[in-house]
């Protein structure tokens, strides 16, 4: 594969069902196994701690980029390959888009939506060409993917932008179509 690293972005909360937890600690442990480094927010509970250990735990490259705002509040994850505390949200994103080839969303509430959204935006005007993928773990972004539909049928989306986004229901499906691709 390709890729030397990946931006993860993830819930600082793991969810009420169990599964989004167990994806992301798959997730962390393959791209660990691919040799796919992990750039994420940082934080060392929910979703986030649960990807970063996993890779970590299996050898993996972690990268956190934190705003100084949320190190206590999210926790700042103690034993990562990298930590960047920077200043602002604009600056987190920047970093972690400038450090990683693509972007990957695992289950997660506002903050997540709107980092991949943003990265997708970014591609669909061409400030970068990098995959933009989602892991719908048990459907969790079905409604957002009708949004998008609906967004297509009304004419504010066009079919082959919202075609390039990369769609998998498990860490096995993303990784095999990110291989396809890079």
């Not at 691919?34 to 060392?44: R, S």
């Not at 735990?57 to 934190?66: H, P, S, T």
């Not at 972004?141 to 998998?168: P, T, W």
């Amino acid at each position: 594969m390709g890729y030397q690293r990946l931006a993860v972005f993830c819930g600082s909360n793991a969810g009420k069902n169990q599964e989004y937890e167990i994806a992301a600690k798959e997730m962390g442990k393959m791209l660990a196994e691919h040799h796919i480094g992990i750039v994420f927010g940082g934080g060392g509970i929910g979703l986030m701690g649960a990807v970063a250990d996993a890779a970590l735990e299996n050898g993996g490259e972690v990268i956190g980029v934190i705003p100084e705002k949320l190190m206590a509040r999210e926790v700042g994850h103690k034993g990562l390959t990298e930590m960047h505390v920077v200043k602002t949200m604009h600056e987190r994103k920047a970093m972690m888009a400038m450090l990683s080839e693509g972007f990957v969303a695992l289950p997660g509430g506002i903050g997540t939506i709107e980092e991949i959204i943003e990265v997708f935006t970014w591609h669909q005007i061409g400030y970068h060409n990098k995959p933009c993928a989602f892991l719908n773990t048990n459907g969790y972004y079905d409604k957002l993917f009708q949004f998008m539909d609906h967004a297509v049928s009304e004419g504010f989306l066009s079919a082959s932008q919202r075609n390039e986004l990369i769609i998998a229901n498990s860490p096995d499906e993303l990784m095999a179509k990110l291989q396809s691709i890079g």
